[in-house]
């Protein structure tokens, strides 16, 4: 067994006769291929701040992240084989407006939304309540 295709003698000749073309990355970044929109290493840590906390506290369980041309999104996880139970997403479209931050449920519902991601997330602060 090989790990080479099965091509006939043709088909092999023909292949390395032509091969993959080369793009020039100066080039490359003149296109208008953008690129995505990440989260800043100040922003990620107050993400992670927050899901270590869930995290110990049993609530969530796993994460992942997507960068996307046109928001970042970090998404929370009970279980990973499930929809995500929040997005905390950076809209950078949005900052002008209504701010680039914003908290969605599973439901898609906006949670809250803002300038600060440090006020945005604190919807997941826990509100003590008085037990009588």
């Known amino acids: ?4 295709p099965d091509l006939s003698r043709e088909g092999r000749e023909r292949q390395a ?6 793009i020039d990355l100066k080039e490359y970044r003149k296109t208008d291929d953008p ?12 993400i992670l701040w927050v899901y270590g ?12 992240l997507d960068h ?4 970042a999104v970090f998404s929370v996880f009970k279980r990973s084989g499930e929809l995500p139970l929040y997005r905390i997403e950076k ?4 900052a002008a407006k209504q701010g680039a931050f914003s908290v969605i449920n599973t439901n898609g519902m906006v949670l809250k939304r803002g300038h600060d ?13 008085l037990v009588e």
């Not at 067994?1 to 080479?4: F, G, I, L, N």
């Not at 690129?35 to 107050?46: C, G, I, N, S």
């Not at 996307?68 to 928001?71: T, V």
């Open 1 to 4: 067994m090989t790990d080479q």
């Open 35 to 46: 690129l995505p929109v990440t989260f800043h290493r100040t922003e990620l840590d107050a």
């Open 68 to 71: 996307l041309r046109d928001k």
């Open 117 to 129: 991601l440090r006020q945005v997330l604190k919807v997941f602060d826990k509100v003590l309540k």
């Open 53 to 64: 906390r869930m995290v110990g506290e049993g609530e969530w369980r796993d994460y992942a």
């Open 17 to 22: 006769s032509s091969p993959a073309p080369v």
């Open 91 to 94: 809209n950078p479209k949005l």
